[in-house]
């Protein structure tokens, strides 16, 4: 029988951390589900490790035939889903309670909407509470109103902290890593014409200092966050308050990035075809050339 609910955890490496993830999984009640996980590592580790889980019939594990990527092995783990909800859960977050999974699917397998987000325990590596992440109610009526909100700020979180309902066509862009949860919610969002719930309890446990995550990798490349930043930016239509609320946000961003690397993007954006992007990114070149002769 199909299950209601796929949990779909990609994994790299770190075999004890994925089996955090599973186990808390394992543990859920009040909901029929099942454990997908896709494997891109380049050692055995999490192969060895899975090999006696596999009894438990609601684990299904797939070892991808070559290397995928972080962004394309999270697709992969959706895309073996069977479930009509398909709930991302990277291999170091958890799930916060018995009955989380449950209260993230019930929306969705309740029909009141294709997209849930919620809030989060923000965690160490050692497990303690750093703080609890959670959108405002504010945040959350500009983000149904304008999904371009969520451009300027990722007030809602990591991957981990969403379900999506199957029918759902919108996936992560491998083109993005750093931005690539936050591009996502923002097509996410525009495909289901702003409609998605909220939850603002937090029922999911994420990692926050791992020296291994994408984040620490991309906090001080301030040239890739860069382009990432412009790229999507460009990539949406925006209204005449959120364009200007970009051109400010891209100069003030440009300007920790050498003018030399700032013209290498121009010409690559215009190598590549993105025409609109190579515009955004001469605007800021020539905002901030004017901006530096003033202040001479």
Known sequence: ?????????PTYEQPDLAMRAIHSVQRQVGCDFEIVVTDDSRSDAVQAAMM?????????????????GAVAN??????????????ILHHDDWLAGDDALARFAEPILGGRSK???GACNARSADGGLRFVHSAGAEQIARLKQ?????????FIGAPSVVAIDASLTSRFDPTYLWLSDLEFYRRAIVELGGDFEYLH???????TDLPSQISRVFEQNH??????????????????????????FLRGFAEK?????????????????RLKLALAFADVLVANFRKGGEAA
């Not at 889980?53 to 070892?63: A, F, I, M, P, Q």
């Not at 309890?201 to 990692?207: G, K, T, Y």
């Not at 990432?228 to 990539?235: I, K, Q, S, W």
């Open 1 to 9: 029988m199909t299950p209601a609910v796929s949990v779909c955890i």
């Open 52 to 68: 006696p889980l596999l009894s438990d019939e609601r684990v299904r594990y797939y070892r991808n035939e070559r290397q995928m």
């Open 74 to 87: 999270w697709n992969e783990a959706i895309r073996r889903g069977r479930g009509q909800v398909r709930k």
């Open 115 to 117: 997209l849930v987000f």
């Open 146 to 154: 304008d999904p371009n909100e969520i451009l300027f700020a990722n």
């Open 201 to 207: 309890e937090p029922l999911i446990n994420i990692s």
């Open 223 to 248: 040239d890739r966050a860069y382009y990432e930043y412009a790229l999507a930016h460009a990539a949406a239509t925006l209204s005449a308050e959120h364009q200007e609320k970009s051109r400010a």
């Open 257 to 273: 990035i050498p003018a030399r690397d700032q013209v290498a993007m121009l010409l690559r954006a215009i190598g590549t075809g």
